[in-house]
Structures are given as structure tokens and as C-alpha cells.
């Protein structure tokens, strides 16, 4: 969904689905700050069970700055702020939480990003938050 071309639009709270494909690859990813308004100031993407925040079937704290690759549109997202998205304040992302299914206790928590993501928001001056859906241990 393209909103760039809103003028006014300061919050979005939305499902994943509503920018990215889903089920396909992280690559599709790229390009978010263009589908964003440049009045924008508060972004929330949130992820679906089938599609979450890694496109992989591996848990995300496992991935390490060498392979970052799949978060690297975020750091698109963060690199062209002044251009295309100069208000942008806050950006959350959230994966389902699964318990409303399940009955259990909560498997969502916090998201500690690949150094590259943190420190380019970080100089951006994005207020970033995730949780993440977490996996049960072998």
C-alpha cells in the first residue's frame, strides 16, 4: 500500500501484509520508506504467526551482524529518513503473540537488533522497539 502521497498522516498502525507480501522473501522488504508519508512521525508494523518479523524459519536471536541481510530494510528505512521520511520518530514492529490461540503464557518479547540496525536508527534518530514471538526451547 502506497501512502506517500498523503500529506497529514502522522500514525500508522497497521498490519504487515498492508507493505509487505506475505510468505515471500525478505527482499520484498526494501522500499518501505517510499510507500511512507513524509508527514509521518509514528510507525507500527505489526507481523502475523505465518509471517513475523523474520522471514526465516530460524529465531531471530540467533542471527548475528554478519547476517543481517534480512533486517537491512530497516536500515533502508532509517538511511533515507532526512529524504523521504523527516519526521519519522518511532517505529515499533510486533509479532503476534499466539496465547489468545494457545492458553499459554505470553511468548512475545523484547528485540535485540543486529548492531548495523540499532546503530543506524540510532543516528537517525528513530525511537525503535520489537518483540518478537518467542520460540520454545529444545
Known amino acids: 500500500?502506497?501512502?506517500?502521497?498523503?500529506?497529514?498522516?502522522?500514525y500508522i498502525d497497521c498490519p504487515a501484509t498492508c507493505f509487505f507480501r506475505s510468505g515471500t522473501a525478505y527482499s520484498t522488504r526494501g522500499g518501505l520508506y517510499k510507500l511512507l508519508p513524509s508527514s509521518l512521525e509514528e510507525l507500527t508494523i505489526r507481523f502475523e504467526y505465518w509471517y513475523g518479523l523474520e522471514c526465516w524459519g530460524d529465531a531471530v536471536s540467533n542471527y548475528g551482524d554478519d547476517d543481517s541481510a534480512e533486517f537491512l530494510w530497516l536500515v533502508e528505512l532509517?538511511?533515507?529518513?532526512?529524504e523521504y521520511n523527516p519526521q519519522l520518530k518511532v517505529l515499533r514492529l510486533e509479532d503476534c503473540d499466539m496465547t489468545e490461540m494457545?492458553?499459554?503464557?505470553?511468548?512475545?518479547?523484547?528485540?535485540?537488533?543486529?548492531?548495523?540496525?540499532?546503530?543506524?536508527?540510532?543516528?537517525?534518530?528513530?525511537?525503535?522497539?520489537?518483540?518478537?514471538?518467542?520460540?520454545?526451547?529444545?
Open 78 to 82: 532509517a538511511s533515507n529518513k532526512t
Open 102 to 138: 494457545d492458553n499459554e503464557e505470553p511468548r512475545v518479547g523484547p528485540w535485540d537488533p543486529p548492531l548495523i540496525v540499532a546503530e543506524t536508527l540510532g543516528k537517525a534518530e528513530i525511537h525503535f522497539t520489537a518483540s518478537v514471538a518467542l520460540r520454545p526451547s529444545a
Open 1 to 10: 500500500m502506497d501512502l506517500s502521497m498523503m500529506k497529514t498522516l502522522k
